[in-house]
């Protein structure tokens, strides 16, 4: 299983962007995915994930009411949609995946894309 995440970016605070996480070589029925954060210096943290049918979310309290993750099976795609961004959003960002249900825990994830880079600035 192969995980290309992409759509970082340069942004002004107070704006958006959508961070994509295209899935390939799986084989089977897909899992949880999640979304990840590293800022510079800071241990990785818990952003937002979603159960394999796409019906049940979570967020960390630090993006809830931002952030909104969504997925698309038929694509084999997972999005990150990210408003209001703030300065302190600036992090490189990972998608990762497991089997069956979510985890807010990314010593659980088998699977992690490369990472996209998003920083916040003015």
């Known amino acids: 299983v192969q995980l290309q995440a992409s759509g970082g970016g340069l942004v002004q605070p107070g704006g958006s962007l959508r961070l994509s996480c295209a899935e390939s070589g799986r084989i089977g029925t897909t899992g949880g995915m999640g979304w990840f954060r590293q800022a510079p210096g800071k241990d990785r943290e818990f952003a937002a994930a979603?159960?394999?049918?796409?019906?049940?979310?979570n967020y960390a309290d630090s993006v809830k009411g931002r952030f909104t993750i969504s997925r698309d099976n038929a694509k084999n795609t997972v999005y990150l949609q990210m408003n209001g961004l703030r300065l302190d959003d600036t992090a490189v960002y990972y998608c990762a995946l497991k089997s069956g249900f979510p985890s807010t825990s990314h010593s659980l994830y088998h699977y992690w894309g490369q990472g996209t880079l998003v920083t916040v600035s003015s």
């Open positions: 979603i159960s394999p049918s796409g019906t049940t979310t």
